[in-house]
T-cell receptor, first 115, second 109 residues
Framework: DSGVTQTPKHLITATGQRVTLRCSPR?????VYWYQQSLDQGLQFLIQ???????AKGNILERFSAQQFPDLHSELNLSSLELGDSALYFC??????????????FGPGTRLTVL | GQQLNQSPQSMFIQEGEDVSMNCTSS?????WLWYKQDPGEGPVLLIA?????ELTSNGRLTAQFGITRKDSFLNISASIPSDVGIYFC?????????FGKGTSLLVTP
């Protein structure tokens, strides 16, 4: 158990809908990262937040957004869903915002299926 | 993100055998990480490498950070059935982890 929690574990929805994925980081970690894992693209970095502020963006679509709240939990919002958005979404957390020795610990993921 | 080339793509071995997998990149990383992912679970950190040339062990696992900082390898000695899973290398560049495509390991008793 990494200490990172994610809810829900599974989510099934229809195209065009909007969903929210939730992540609670490990106790003491200030940074939250979101990753998408699909069969064709592998694990791709989406976005990072540190202590409530956006720090880095990766391959995140404009239809997707995230935020980190004062209690440090984070939510990833996916809107106007398409079939191709079906994937595993992982949250990871680390202590610092950046650092070449900053280790990221992953949650169990949310499996999103768009029908 | 930067592309990492991980090989082999899959391995099918017998219990007790040693395993070796590696990862190369066209870019330099200051940190290399190896994760294992079981089906339906998140990646679990196995070994973290922070210095070029560093050789680090974690039980039966040994990993090295290449001198050029563009490659890393992971060895598993005396494999057991619970070693089954997908192993990912990852290079840390700034804020984000760049992952390889993974090595799928199957171990038969």
């Amino acid at each position: 158990d990494s200490g990172v929690t994610q809810t829900p574990k599974h989510l099934i929805t229809a195209t065009g809908q909007r969903v929210t994925l939730r992540c609670s980081p490990r106790s003491g970690d200030l940074s939250v990262y979101w990753y998408q894992q699909s069969l064709d693209q592998g694990l791709q970095f989406l976005i990072q937040y540190y202590n409530g502020e956006e720090r880095a963006k990766g391959n995140i679509l404009e239809r997707f957004s995230a935020q980190q709240f004062p209690d440090l939990h984070s939510e990833l919002n996916l809107s106007s869903l398409e079939l191709g958005d079906s994937a595993l979404y992982f949250c990871a957390s680390s202590v610092m915002s950046r650092g070449d020795t900053d280790t990221q610990y992953f949650g169990p993921g949310t499996r999103l299926t768009v029908l | 993100g930067q592309q990492l080339n991980q090989s082999p793509q899959s391995m099918f071995i017998q219990e007790g055998e040693d395993v070796s997998m590696n990862c190369t990149s066209s870019s330099i990383f200051n940190t290399w990480l190896w994760y294992k992912q079981d089906p339906g679970e998140g990646p679990v950190l196995l070994i973290a490498l922070y210095k070029a040339g560093e050789l680090t062990s974690n039980g039966r696992l040994t990993a090295q950070f290449g001198i050029t900082r563009k490659d890393s390898f992971l060895n598993i000695s005396a494999s057991i059935p619970s070693d089954v899973g997908i192993y990912f290398c990852a290079g840390l560049s700034g804020y984000a982890l760049n992952f390889g495509k993974g090595t799928s390991l199957l171990v038969t008793p």
